[in-house]
């Protein structure tokens, strides 16, 4: 089939995606900083070539782009860019010489949501600098497609859930006690009412959607697509379906924001806002018309397996 370089290959997208590139025939590089291993081992990664870069060091050098570019690969994924000169100096040096570029964004390039759900091609005003530099990304590898025939595809992950993690909370942050609350049948407070949303993704259907995008070359080039379950959670159905999955019924209370952000961790409290304050609920309808993607998890779904996860490990009490 194909060469693929992988950049950031061990995190939680690599984990998933690795083992289905080898599955599906192709020649796989793995590129990390040799210091994580991916979260489940799988027997398929000794058919992979593993190549250790610090890509901050190699950066600083100015010699990043030219390490990937000598590899000579028919498709590059690059899951770990987060600036725009990241992205410069990568993509300057793979010009002319791939067949295929997937960069994975986020779907927080959309700033708050407007009309839901989003579609790709919505009006984006994004805040923050993760969402500021990632929409950065964005335009410039879509204005190389347009005016170079720059080979690029975008994919848009959502909260990105898997065994191995926490997974983004019913309070809107990633501290797992909340799901030993719950467990508890402990009172939850939630912010406001508990109707801002969030919007998951196993992390097997973002690799999933990446193999689709190259097995469907020609559609996905020049276009962005979401990574995300089919459908957004409020917090508060997220919070009274985790209650019933520990084997309760919700126990919820409710508080404006800033008065319940004074219960909280302040850190804890500012994560709440920034996907609060965000509450995507994005199309897939673009995905799968053009690709066939299909996820196989729900939010709740995907999240459940994770909690399942942290339960076996110790990080989340077992309901009584």
């Given at each position: 089939m194909s060469k693929v370089v992988v950049i950031g290959a061990t995190g939680h997208i690599g984990t998933y995606l690795i083992p289905r590139l080898v599955m599906a025939g192709h020649d796989v590089t793995a590129i990390s900083r040799g210091v994580a291993k991916p979260y489940q081992q799988s027997p398929v990664w000794r058919h992979v070539t593993t190549v250790v870069l610090d890509r901050e060091a190699e950066e600083a050098r100015g010699q990043f782009g030219s390490a990937i570019a000598a590899l000579e690969a028919d498709v590059v994924i690059d899951l770990i860019c987060f600036t725009q000169s990241s992205n410069s100096q990568l993509v300057d040096a793979?010009?002319?010489?791939?067949?295929?570029?997937?960069?994975?964004?986020?779907?927080?390039?959309?700033?708050?949501?407007?009309?839901?759900?989003?579609?790709?091609?919505?009006?984006?005003?994004?805040?923050?600098?993760?969402?500021?530099?990632?929409?950065?990304?964005?335009?410039?590898?879509?204005?190389?497609?347009?005016?170079?025939?720059?080979?690029?595809?975008?994919?848009?992950?959502?909260?990105?859930?898997?065994?191995?993690?926490?997974?983004?909370?019913?309070a809107g942050h990633f501290n797992p006690a909340v799901f030993s609350a719950i467990a508890r049948n402990e009172t939850l407070s939630l912010p406001n009412f508990g109707m801002e949303t969030v919007h998951h993704v196993h992390a097997d259907d973002i690799a999933q959607l990446v193999i689709r995008a190259i097995d469907n070359r020609h559609a996905a080039l020049g276009e962005a697509f979401h990574a995300v379950s089919d459908a957004a959670l409020t917090l508060r159905g997220y919070a009274e379906a985790m209650y019933r999955w520990f084997g309760h019924q919700p126990n919820l209370a409710f508080a404006a924001y800033a008065e319940w952000a004074k219960g909280q961790d302040p850190e804890e409290a500012k994560a709440t806002w920034e996907h609060v304050a965000r509450s995507p609920n994005c199309s897939i309808d673009k995905a799968r018309r053009l690709l066939g993607y299909a996820p196989r998890y729900t939010s709740l779904e995907a999240v459940q397996e994770a909690v399942t996860w942290l339960i076996g490990d110790g990080q989340v009490e077992s309901p009584a």
């Open positions: 793979l010009q002319g010489r791939v067949s295929q570029f997937i960069h994975i964004g986020t779907i927080w390039t959309h700033g708050t949501s407007a009309i839901v759900p989003t579609l790709e091609s919505a009006a984006k005003y994004p805040f923050g600098d993760y969402g500021v530099q990632k929409a950065a990304i964005e335009t410039d590898l879509l204005t190389r497609a347009r005016r170079q025939n720059f080979p690029v595809t975008i994919l848009h992950p959502g909260h990105i859930v898997g065994p191995g993690w926490a997974p983004l909370n019913p």
